[in-house]
């Protein structure tokens, strides 16, 4: 049986359903017909310009983001797939702090919605700090169905970790 640590959280039911899917090779042909589409939002500048078009769409007022960039750093050993910062400097008398939002390069290669799902979350954090309620609402108010999409990106993530190849499109 695969231990399923991104899954923990959830329904044993749900978990089961994953773990059939894994025994019986579809968990790939799952996500593929779910999810058949790879977005082309290759480089650092083309990723601030898709985070700003979603902030410019629901959050206008919050504080203006300096920097976004794809990290390879950003992994699973890491417990992080998107990353928000605020970088503080003195710059004279006066302390400026920029805000940066950083993604997992793992994402260049993901379907479309899972970009957008961790960009929505690390957007997100801009108004709210902590995973509470108001978080969660704000990121099922930008993207409608963020749960779901939520589930299927660990479901994803269970796949990437999975040590055959043959469930693998």
């Known amino acids: 049986m695969t231990p399923l640590k991104y899954l923990k959280a959830y329904p044993q039911q749900l978990q089961d359903q994953v773990q059939q899917m894994i025994a019986a090779g579809r968990l790939g042909d799952y996500l593929s017909q779910r999810y058949p589409q790879h977005h082309q939002i ?5 990723l601030y310009g898709y985070v700003l078009d979603l902030k ?10 300096d920097k976004v960039l794809y990290d390879n ?7 992080a797939l998107g990353l928000h910062t605020a970088v503080s400097r003195v710059q004279g008398g006066k302390l400026k702090a920029k805000k940066e939002i950083r993604v997992a390069a793992l994402f260049k290669e993901a379907a479309p919605e899972f970009l957008q799902m961790i960009v929505v979350h690390e957007l997100a954090h801009l108004k709210e700090y902590e995973h509470n309620k108001a978080f969660y609402k704000l990121c099922e108010y930008m993207l409608p169905g963020y749960h779901q999409l ?10 990437r970790d999975l040590p055959s190849t043959s469930d693998k499109n």
């Open 42 to 46: 290759q480089s650092d500048k083309a």
């Open 56 to 65: 410019q769409q629901h959050l206008r007022s919050a504080p203006a983001i």
């Open 73 to 79: 750093r950003l992994d699973l050993t890491h417990r």
């Open 150 to 159: 939520e589930f299927d990106l660990r479901v994803y993530l269970t796949w």
